[in-house]
DNA sequence: CCCTTTGTGTTGCATATGCAACGGTAGTTT
DNA sequence: AAACTACCGTTGCATATGCAACACAAAGGG
């Protein structure tokens, strides 16, 4: 499985641990499991004990509405993990749906294992926790931006609120944005022509400049 | 400082520990500081290496935006704690400030002596950190619940996606909100008045029946 | 070279929304 | 009883938005 080992040294939960990476899996006594394509990971109302992480394939996190909507939340590839918070907070019943989207195979780890220090005194225990604190925080803190960009009222709003956040980021008033419109509008939950208009307004009174994916705050 | 103490029981980052509360917080080493109404506890860009649980008064926590809009993110009472989530991420400049709403005491504990293993070992530290993280993993459920519902476009989505989750919550099609229509209408971020409007034609279409605080869905 | 696909801007139109204003009800104060 | 306030529904109106359709350019495949 050196391949695994490759996809397991990416995995952000396990920054830092480097050299000790074997010993540790073999401590949290982790679990690998293969899916086919279409294949249900995980379901909605099932407990989740487990973080999963990635190993290979591609995996759908996905919502379903009351009324049978379904939304996909996230499309996870290799190296990514799905879990960590239902797992870290304890719920009895995952509110989402994880499926296959190709074949996949994913490890659990039990977050019962992560959590406490095991009885060998694994030296690489705090650290495994200091990233999972990490993954979390910052995780809520992408939230709590997004969060503050939805609350926006308008489009026009929404866009200044994004394209701000992003030259506050990079420190420039001229910047590139890494999503194409389609995924801009997604991503600001907006229609994409309206999106559009908005964007030539802004530019038409001065307060934008923009070519394809480079804007400048005026 | 008994009223201290009481406070502190009621702190969620403290839950388990009870009668070793007061030796953790000699291990801690937290600081208390006092805060005159309308003074700033923690101003946007500077580092934030300690998490705030306050001992008494009101605080707010405030974004300024990309032109000089304040906005208030949340107003906190004694018992709740600040800055858990920048101080775990390590983010070096708060992007929020926060100020005394009332004249205001703090306790300030450093994160790095929350996160590590104080050399006593000291029983505690295991329950303060499976704390912090199912502090963490709460507060990310909430804030992606929020998402799902402002990522909706139309008023009509942002309401039935609410209630609905509310009735999954209650596990019942009737069931009480804790909201008034004013806070209803800034939880979903819309206008009261077009709320009002779209809750009334809702139960005249049959979807929805509400009397007060009190629905049902059909 | 033609055709398809993809990404983007534009526009017409029906509808949803924000905003301001008004009225009504219930509770509280004077 | 009168006055005041808080809360909520209703409505008119200007505007923003979603949606569908179309045009155009660039890229790639046959």
């Known amino acids: 499985m050196d391949k695994n080992i490759e996809v397991l040294r990416k995995v952000k939960l396990f920054d830092g641990i480097d050299e000790n990476l074997e010993a540790m899996l073999?401590?949290?006594?982790?679990?690998?499991?293969?899916?086919?394509?279409?294949?249900?990971?995980?379901?909605?109302?099932?407990?989740?004990?487990?973080?999963?992480?990635?190993?290979?394939?591609?995996?759908?996190?996905?919502?379903?509405?009351?009324?049978?909507n379904r939304s996909i939340l996230t499309e996870l590839s290799p190296s990514h993990i799905f879990g960590e918070a239902f797992a870290s907070a304890g719920v009895k019943e995952s509110p989402v749906t994880v499926l296959a989207k190709t074949n996949a195979s994913v490890m659990?780890?039990?977050?019962?294992?992560?959590?406490?220090?095991?009885?060998?005194?694994?030296i690489f225990h705090n650290q495994l926790i200091e990233n999972l604190l990490k993954i979390l925080a910052r995780k809520n803190i992408l939230l709590s931006n997004k969060n503050q960009l939805l609350s926006r009222r308008t489009i026009q709003d929404k866009v200044l609120s994004y394209l701000s956040l992003q030259a506050e980021k990079k420190g420039n008033l001229a910047f590139e944005i890494p999503f194409s419109r389609n995924e801009l509008a997604d991503f600001l939950c907006v229609d994409r022509s309206a999106l559009s208009r908005v964007l030539s307004k802004l530019q038409k009174e001065g307060i934008i400049e923009y070519t394809n994916n480079h804007f400048k705050l005026l």
């Open 26 to 68: 073999q401590c949290l006594g982790g679990e690998v499991k293969t899916y086919d394509r279409g294949e249900i990971i995980l379901l909605t109302g099932q407990p989740v004990p487990a973080v999963g992480v990635i190993l290979s394939g591609e995996v759908q996190v996905i919502q379903e509405d009351y009324y049978g």
């Open 108 to 122: 659990f780890l039990g977050i019962e294992r992560i959590i406490n220090t095991c009885p060998n005194s694994c």
